[in-house]
């Protein structure tokens, strides 16, 4: 879907799910403790309806949170038909849901698509047998993968959703989890570091020694490569690592984990900063460059801060790897947004990020092979 897609979530509390997934404390994440779940819901649809504006793009009402289809399907039709007089009205286009992939069997996915749904998002976490036994997820991928690929046949925008650093997992694990889902086609993936959160069982085995989640730097980088798995495959990531959090914020409700408000800019300035150290080294290889020379890196201004990295990160690591020259970033409106132009004493050169993209990615799947 090429259009702007505009999303009033409501959030669906873990009423209806029968899982307690390792990870998962959903009262945590979300910082709510309901009595009456049913009326909360419409709540909050009349309140952020009330509120919303006739705005450009495809527009969807989005049940998060819990297990949409594990809930019974009259309480999923109850909770659906919230949705009705906007949908009739005009004022939303579709209907949203997140769900596990254990439960949308024929008949759930028939009475979704009924009912006006249109996207459907999937928790998959991982592929792998080992990394999802020990999260409790009960399941292994290939008992769901029959059910995935049926998914795909109907007419939903089908998104997935993957974590890295969830016990046992290992950078390649990731990785191979995010070549699976390119293997299904999805429309859109969401990737989520593994926090450990006031409630999960995680948070007692982070406070035993028997957990240890990934430090922030390595899941920028582990998330860094499985972003530009899907990016050379042109599959939109539309979200990498959990929105600001009042509670995570104030120390609340996080233990620990790779957890920054600015998670997904960290990503993206590890991928400018990779893309930078592999152009200086291949104009060092080519070229004789006097020690103390100036190496200009120029993007467009929506990449600026991306490029140069928070408090000014990339500038200091790139300066510490080839200390024999002078790097600096700058904006520049005639370089395209997915370029990068360098300029040196002796050369200016325009790169490709697509480029830059396949080739790391064919590094990858080459670590991936040996
Ligand atoms: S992650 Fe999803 S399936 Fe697992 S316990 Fe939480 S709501 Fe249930």
Not at 172 to 193: C, G, M, N, Q
Not at 333 to 355: C, H, P, W
Request: charged share 20%.
């Amino acid at each position: 879907m090429d259009e702007k897609v505009v999303i009033y979530p409501v959030f669906v509390p873990m009423i209806g799910c029968p899982h307690q997934c390792a990870f998962c404390n959903q009262r945590s994440i979300t910082g709510k403790s309901i009595n009456n779940p049913l009326m909360d819901i419409k709540d909050q649809v009349e309140s952020i309806m009330g509120t919303a504006k006739m705005r450009d793009g495809h527009k969807e009402m989005a049940f998060f949170g819990g297990s949409f289809t594990c809930l019974s399907m009259d309480m999923q039709n109850t909770i659906l038909e919230l949705a009705s007089p906007y949908l009739e009205a005009g004022l939303i286009d579709g209907i949203r849901i997140s769900t596990r992939p254990d439960y949308i069997s024929e008949e759930i996915l028939d009475n979704l698509q009924d009912k006006g749904v249109t996207t459907i998002e999937l928790g998959i976490q991982s592929t792998d047998p080992i990394v999802l036994e020990a999260s409790e997820r009960g399941y292994r991928y290939e008992q769901i993968l029959d059910s995935i690929v049926n998914l795909m046949k109907y007419d939903f925008q089908v998104g997935l959703q993957m974590m890295t650093g969830l016990p046992y997992d290992t950078r390649l694990k990731s990785i191979k989890t995010a070549l699976d889902f390119v293997a299904i086609k999805p429309s859109f993936v969401r990737i989520y570091p593994t926090l450990v959160v006031r409630g999960a069982t995680l948070e007692e085995q982070f406070t035993q020694g028997e957990y240890s989640p990934l430090s922030l730097d390595d899941a920028v980088e582990w998330i860094r490569d499985i972003k530009i798995v899907f990016e050379h495959h042109n599959i939109n990531v539309i979200r990498i690592g959990l929105q600001a959090q009042e509670g995570f914020n104030k120390g609340q409700d996080l233990i620990g984990g790779p957890y920054h408000p600015a998670f997904g800019e960290m990503v993206e300035s590890s991928i400018y900063r990779v893309w930078m150290s592999d152009i200086i080294q291949s104009l060092l290889d080519y070229e004789s460059m006097a020690p103390a020379s100036p190496i200009a890196f120029r993007v467009h201004p929506s990449r600026l801060s991306q490029a140069i990295g928070q408090k000014k990160y990339n500038i200091l690591y790139l300066s510490k790897i080839f200390p024999n020259y002078k790097v600096s970033i700058e904006q520049n409106n005639l370089v395209e947004i997915g370029d990068m132009a360098v300029f040196t004493d002796q050369t200016q050169l325009l790169y490709s990020r697509k480029s830059f993209i396949s080739q790391r990615y064919e590094g990858i799947v080459q670590e991936m092979t040996n």
